[in-house]
C-alpha cells in the first residue's frame, strides 16, 4: 500500500528514480551532433541516419506495453535489471557497428530495453505514495529528469569532437551498466507477491482493451503525448534547426537543450510547490495559459525576426514550463483509474507518448524543417490537440461523477 500523506519522498530516490527514466531520452539526444559524422563514416545519407531514430521510436513505443505488464508480474526490480543489462549489449552493438543496417539494429535493439526505466519508475512512484506527495516525487524526478536532455547533447557532440561518434555508445552502455549496479543495490522492490498479476495471454487481452477503451484515462495519456511532442519536434529536428537554420555547430547544442530543459526544471518545481494547494484542473489551466503563451511568442519571433539565438530558443523554454507543470498531474490522474494495475497503465500511458513520438518522426516531423515557422506551427498544432484531450478528460470526468 502507498505510504501516508506525511512521508516525505527520500532525496536518494527520487535521484535513482530520475536517472532510470532519464535513459531513454539520453539514448535520443546524446547522439544528434553526430549525425553528421556517422553518415560520413558509413556512407550514409541523412534521411538513412534520421531513421535510426526511428528505428530506436518504433520499437520503444510497442515494448513501453509490455514492461509494466512484466513488473506487475515478476516485480519491479528484476525487469528493471534485465532492461540495463541488455540495453548494454545494445549499445557495444551500435558502437561496433560496421555500416548503417547494423547501427539500425542496434538502435532497435535499444529501443526494445530503454523504456523499462522511464515506465517502471513512474509506477514505483505510485506504489510508494498517494495523492500531494506523488505529485511532489514525481516533480522533483522530473528536475533532475530534465537534466539529461539538456546535458546530453552536449556530452554527446564532446566525445564526438574528441573521440568519435562510436565513444558515445560506449558511453550509454557505461550509463546502463552503472544503473544496473546502482538498481541492483538501492532499488527497493515495492509490489509484493500476493499483489502481483498474471502474465497470461487472457488477462492482459482484458486489461490492455480495458485502458484502450476508458475515455478518460485515454484522453489523460493522448494529452500528455501531444503537449510533450510539442518540445519534440524541436528535439527530433536538432540537426536542421540548430546547425542549417540557426548556424550552430556540434557542440552547441545547448541553445537548444539548456532553455527547454531549465524551462523543465521550473515548471517542475512549480508543480512540486503547488502540490496539494491546487487542484488539477486549476494546475492544468496554469499549465496550459503558459503554453499557450509560449506558441503565440514563438509565432511572433518567426513571422518579425530573423533567425538566430536566442530569440528562436526563448519561447521554446518557456513552453516547457507549462509542458512539465502538466505532466505529473496528467501522470497521476490517468494512473489512478488502475489503482491496481499500475504497471499496465504506466506502460499504455508511455505506449501512447512513444507511438505520438515514433508516427510524428515519419509522417510529421520531416515535413517541418524547411524553415522555423513551420516547426512553431508544428508546436501549436500539438498544443491545441493536447489542450483538446484535456478538455475530453474533464468531460467524461463530470459524466462519470454524474
Avoid at 93 to 99: E, G, I
Avoid at 319 to 332: E, F, K
Avoid at 337 to 342: A, E, L, N, Y
Wanted: positive net charge; aromatic residues 12%.
Amino acid at each position: 500500500m502507498p505510504s501516508s500523506p506525511s512521508v516525505t519522498p527520500p532525496r536518494g530516490l527520487a535521484l535513482l528514480l530520475a536517472a532510470m527514466a532519464a535513459l531513454g531520452p539520453f539514448s535520443i539526444d546524446a547522439y544528434l551532433p553526430s549525425f553528421h559524422a556517422i553518415g560520413s563514416e558509413l556512407g550514409a545519407g541523412e534521411l538513412a541516419v534520421q531513421q535510426t531514430l526511428t528505428y530506436y521510436l518504433a520499437p520503444f513505443a510497442l515494448m513501453t506495453l509490455w514492461h509494466g505488464a512484466l513488473s506487475d508480474a515478476y516485480g519491479r526490480k528484476r525487469v528493471v535489471l534485465a532492461g540495463f543489462a541488455l540495453f548494454a549489449l545494445a549499445s557495444v552493438l551500435c558502437a561496433l557497428a560496421p555500416r548503417i543496417e547494423v547501427l539500425w539494429l542496434g538502435r532497435l535493439l535499444q529501443g526494445v530495453t530503454a523504456g523499462a526505466g522511464i515506465v517502471i519508475s513512474r509506477a514505483l512512484i505510485r506504489d510508494l505514495f498517494d495523492g500531494a506527495q506523488a505529485q511532489k516525487l514525481m516533480a522533483h524526478v522530473a528536475i533532475m529528469f530534465a537534466l539529461a536532455p539538456a546535458v546530453a547533447p552536449v556530452i554527446g557532440g564532446w566525445l564526438e569532437t574528441l573521440l568519435g561518434w562510436r565513444a558515445v555508445f560506449v558511453f550509454l552502455a557505461g550509463f546502463a551498466l552503472a544503473l544496473l549496479v546502482l538498481c541492483w543495490r538501492y532499488l527497493p522492490e515495492t509490489l509484493p507477491h500476493h499483489q502481483r498479476q498474471p502474465f497470461s495471454a487472457g488477462y492482459l487481452l482484458r486489461a490492455y482493451r480495458q485502458a484502450f477503451t476508458q475515455p478518460a484515462f485515454m484522453s489523460a495519456c493522448l494529452g500528455i503525448g501531444f503537449f510533450f511532442m510539442g518540445f519534440f519536434v524541436y528535439v527530433l529536428s536538432a540537426p536542421v534547426f540548430l546547425m542549417q537554420h540557426l548556424g550552430l555547430g556540434e557542440t552547441q547544442f545547448y541553445w537548444l537543450f539548456g532553455p527547454g530543459m531549465g524551462g523543465l526544471m521550473i515548471g517542475s518545481w512549480l508543480s512540486g510547490r503547488l502540490a496539494g494547494r491546487r487542484s488539477p484542473r486549476q494546475l492544468l489551466t496554469l499549465a496550459m495559459t503558459v503554453m499557450g503563451a509560449a506558441t503565440l511568442l514563438n509565432l511572433a519571433v518567426c513571422l518579425w525576426l530573423p533567425p538566430g539565438v536566442p530569440q528562436n530558443v526563448l519561447a521554446i523554454g518557456l513552453y516547457t514550463v507549462g509542458m512539465s507543470v502538466s505532466m505529473p498531474v496528467l501522470t497521476l490522474l490517468a494512473l489512478d483509474i488502475f489503482p491496481t494495475q499500475r504497471g499496465l497503465a504506466a506502460s499504455v500511458q508511455s505506449f501512447v507518448q512513444s507511438a505520438i513520438n515514433s508516427l510524428a518522426s515519419i509522417a510529421f516531423v520531416p515535413f517541418l524543417w524547411a524553415a522555423p515557422l513551420h516547426l512553431t506551427w508544428g508546436q501549436g498544432t500539438m498544443f491545441l490537440a493536447g489542450g483538446l484531450m484535456v478538455a475530453l478528460y474533464f468531460r467524461h470526468e463530470r459524466r462519470q461523477a454524474a
